[in-house]
């Protein structure tokens, strides 16, 4: 499975059907990739802080610990002041580009784009 996320954290829900929905399919014995796009490129940062929320890198933290590949997009990460030289991600995330994408949809059985 291929998640494609595009929306921020704590702006909407989608990063938390993402979760949910990678959690599942990883828990039934699937693999699932998952590509931050845009503002979803704020999903995996460090050092988050929410106080009213759950904390959604910890989240992604555990998706990946379930064997979930976290991609993000490095124009998408720097335009947004992520330095990709200071690893502002959670362990396991990798920077990469949209090249990852048409591979990943060839080799899924499902696609899903949220945002």
């Known amino acids: 499975m291929t998640i494609i996320l595009t929306e921020g954290p704590y702006r909407s829900q989608y990063a938390d059907i993402a979760y949910n929905m990678a959690k599942s399919a990883l828990k039934m ?3 699932v990739n998952m590509f931050l796009y ?3 490129t704020h999903i995996p940062k460090k050092e988050q802080n929410p106080h009213s929320f ?3 890198a910890h989240e992604f933290r555990k998706l990946i610990a379930m064997g979930a590949d976290v991609r993000v ?3 998408c990460a720097t335009a947004r002041g992520h330095s990709c030289t200071e ?3 959670i362990k ?3 920077i990469t580009n949209v090249y990852d994408i048409p ?5 899924s059985d499902k696609v899903i784009s949220l945002g």
């Open 29 to 31: 014995g699937y693999g």
């Open 73 to 75: 997009c490095v124009r």
């Open 54 to 56: 759950p904390n959604v």
């Open 87 to 89: 690893k502002p991600y």
């Open 38 to 40: 845009m503002d979803a």
């Open 103 to 107: 591979e990943w949809v060839k080799e």
């Open 92 to 94: 396991g995330v990798k």
